[in-house]
């Protein structure tokens, strides 16, 4: 009975891993990206106005 129940474990794992990963790479409806791009783009222009603001002389 317990082997019935790990396969359906690893069934479920893979399809909600599935749904992550059709979810996180799909394009966004008004946007050009998808979510990993707009995440990507975020930390890019929080690094870019953060190394803008070190440049600054004290």
Do not use: H, N
Request: a positive charge; hydrophobic letters at 45%; charged letters at 15%.
């Amino acid at each position: 009975m317990k082997r019935y129940q790990r396969g359906q474990v690893m069934t479920e794992y893979v399809i909600v891993a599935g749904i992550l990963a059709v979810a996180l790479f799909a394009t966004v409806p008004g946007y050009d990206r998808s979510v990993v791009g707009l995440l990507i783009k975020a930390f890019q222009d929080a690094w870019s106005t953060y190394s803008y603001t070190l440049s600054y002389p004290l």
